[in-house]
């Protein structure tokens, strides 16, 4: 216990060094390491002033001043807490011409914050957000009189855009409605080795010391976890992400898909199936309690964000996660070692109940991403200029700058190949990848811009990192992934209605069954209450638009030039 107490106090040390460099750094990811203060937050929805440079040249059109409503990465925002401080920022507006006004809600709330954007009436001329799930769905939107329906626009103002669709018919099917009208400029995956980047990762260093190996099935994660809470004596063997919901760090599949289900939607056979309401995700309720009963996961499971997930790591207050090759592996193992230079961290493959089966679930994100796309407000009067603002991205010179951001700056050009520069890879303020990548580009979260393989290439330059990759993607969760799916408004207003109630019963009773308020054997109950909310016709809505998608295109296009 005395080498495990050092080596707490070890990692503390460091911790609070993250800390306070996340608290002043002035570079990419984390605030001012020069010990200057940080600026203060902006109010709920507050706006930037205008950018008043000569950006040089202007959007087709015109130059205008335009506002843009979205929230700042979370990296970025630790480093500068306005978007017009972003260096990525500057350099979309010095491109492209166009004077950007930024309204930016409150972390991880811009779900609630849209609601009073919308409902004050004075709507921005873009807006940035998850319009799959909009309460409706985008067509409801587009009725309503919020967001503008894209296909003139498209046709007229997005060259770029409009030929992309046009040699990707498969992306084509997913950012437009059923009604055939499009509503965003998406953020899209569409290379494969793109979408899978999260799994388990565990500390190596104390599976060596132990004698453990990298645990493959439920058995031996059980077997791992143990050891940690009662030979290294660790707090809280397994944490994941509780926000914003109870089981958020595990949706994906981890744990979870053992029993061969998803948290939420997935597809069994070409058929539409709803995990929580399945019997194997009782069996996984089941195992959870009983870990949770043994001290095995974080007992504040339910309120671990990624600062917390990521103090828990560092400090050895826990030895294993479900979390990202990048701002996990990649931004952990660094600070680990600078004062520990044993500690080792390793991915683990998704887990099976029986050795030697092959993972059906695990972490897959759909080809456009489900984390939004931007809208161009009706209220606007600069259609074009906004629409041209955003294609960019989707262009040669915009796809540049959104993956690999400034040319002589963060990469250079070597035989053809973009290369990251020091200031990405090797930054000379010890920044991760994954901090300072959020300052000058786009390419390691989303926007309006198509994802390149090439900056997942350098991204994850670490051994583990690459390791780590290939374990997560060997399953067969392609075969089960729901894609982005057409649906009517009225389709979309019947899902919005009964999956609100769902999801939070889902939630709320998930978190009773772990913690052992509600028995297991109410699990039927549960369930009879899921059919009453209207689970069955959710699944049937679901059907209904998976089977669409996979007929031919149907209805308006964007007209060639």
């Known amino acids: 216990m005395r080498r495990r107490s050092?080596?707490?106090?070890?990692?503390?040390?460091?911790?609070?060094?993250?800390?306070?460099?996340?608290?002043?750094?002035?570079?990419?990811g984390v605030r001012p390491a020069d010990g200057s203060a940080a600026e203060p937050k902006q109010a709920d929805g507050a706006a930037d002033e205008p950018?008043?440079?000569?950006?040089?040249g202007s959007v087709k059109g015109g130059q205008a001043s335009m506002t843009y409503w979205a929230e700042l990465n979370g990296n970025?925002?630790?480093?500068?807490?306005?978007?017009?401080?972003?260096?990525?920022?500057?350099?979309w507006q010095r491109e492209t011409g166009a004077k950007l006004t930024f309204i930016q809600p409150p972390s991880n709330q811009a779900k609630e914050a849209i609601n009073v954007l919308l409902a004050s009436g004075e709507l921005p001329d873009m807006i940035e957000y998850e319009w799959a799930n909009f309460p409706g769905g985008p067509e409801k939107a587009i009725k309503d009189g919020y967001i503008l329906r894209l296909n003139?626009?498209?046709?007229?103002?997005?060259?770029?855009?409009?030929?992309?669709?046009?040699?990707?018919?498969?992306?084509?099917?997913?950012?437009?409605?059923?009604?055939?009208?499009?509503?965003?400029?998406?953020?899209?995956?569409?290379?494969d080795r793109l979408r899978t980047y999260q799994g388990p990762i565990l500390r190596k260093d104390w599976l060596d010391e132990l004698g453990l190996g990298?645990?493959?099935?439920?058995?031996?994660?059980?077997?791992?976890l143990t050891a940690f809470k009662e030979r290294i004596g660790v707090e809280a063997p397994l944490t994941f992400l509780g926000v914003p919901n109870p089981l958020f760090g595990i949706e994906g599949g981890g744990f979870v898909g053992a029993y061969g289900i998803k948290k939420g939607f997935y597809l069994e056979d070409g058929q539409v199936k709803y995990g929580p309401r399945e019997p194997g995700y009782k069996s996984f309720l089941t195992l959870f309690r009983d870990w949770y009963a043994e001290g095995l996961i974080d007992p504040n499971f339910a309120a671990v964000d990624s600062e917390t997930q990521d103090v828990s790591m560092l400090t050895g207050r826990s030895g294993a996660s479900i979390w990202n090759a990048g701002a996990g592996i990649g931004t952990w193992l660094p600070v680990l070692r600078?004062?520990?230079?044993?500690?080792?961290?390793?991915?683990?493959?998704?887990?099976?109940?029986?050795?030697?089966?092959?993972?059906?679930f695990g972490q897959r994100a759909p080809a456009?991403?489900?984390?939004?796309?931007?809208?161009?407000?009706?209220?606007?009067?600069?259609v074009e200029q906004a629409a041209r603002l955003l294609d960019y991205g989707y262009g040669p010179k915009g796809h540049m700058?959104?993956?690999?951001?400034?040319?002589?700056?963060?990469?250079?050009?070597?035989?053809?190949?973009?290369?990251y520069t020091d200031l990405i890879l090797n930054n000379p303020d010890k920044l991760a990848p994954s901090q300072a990548l959020a300052m000058y580009t786009r390419a390691s979260y989303f926007g309006p811009f198509v994802q390149d393989v090439r900056y997942m290439e350098q991204y994850y330059a670490m051994p583990e990192q690459k390791e780590a990759i290939r374990l997560w993607g060997d399953t067969d969760a392609a075969n089960h992934t729901l894609p982005v799916t057409p649906k009517t408004e009225k389709e979309n207003a019947e899902l919005s209605a009964i999956m609100g109630d769902v999801a939070a019963l889902t939630d709320e009773m998930s978190l009773k069954f772990m913690l052992g308020i509600e028995p297991t054997d109410g699990f039927g109950a549960y369930v009879e209450q899921l059919k009453s909310l209207g689970i069955d016709r959710a699944i049937e809505i679901q059907q209904t638009a998976y089977d669409r998608y996979r007929q031919p295109v149907r209805g308006e296009r964007p007209e060639s030039g």
């Open 51 to 56: 950018d008043d440079h000569d950006h040089g």
């Open 338 to 360: 600078q004062d520990d230079p044993s500690a080792e961290l390793t991915a683990a493959p998704y887990p099976v109940l029986r050795r030697g089966d092959r993972p059906q």
């Open 214 to 224: 990298v645990p493959e099935t439920i058995d031996d994660w059980h077997a791992v």
């Open 152 to 191: 003139d626009a498209i046709d007229r103002y997005a060259p770029n855009l409009k030929a992309y669709l046009r040699a990707h018919p498969d992306i084509d099917k997913q950012i437009r409605t059923a009604d055939g009208s499009y509503y965003m400029f998406p953020f899209v995956q569409n290379d």
């Open 401 to 419: 700058l959104f993956n690999f951001g400034i040319e002589g700056v963060s990469y250079e050009m070597k035989d053809g190949y973009p290369r």
């Open 6 to 28: 050092a080596r707490l106090m070890a990692a503390a040390a460091a911790t609070v060094a993250l800390l306070a460099l996340v608290g002043c750094r002035e570079s990419a």
């Open 76 to 91: 970025a925002a630790s480093a500068k807490q306005r978007f017009r401080d972003v260096p990525f920022f500057q350099e």
């Open 368 to 382: 456009v991403g489900s984390s939004g796309g931007v809208a161009i407000s009706s209220a606007s009067p600069n």
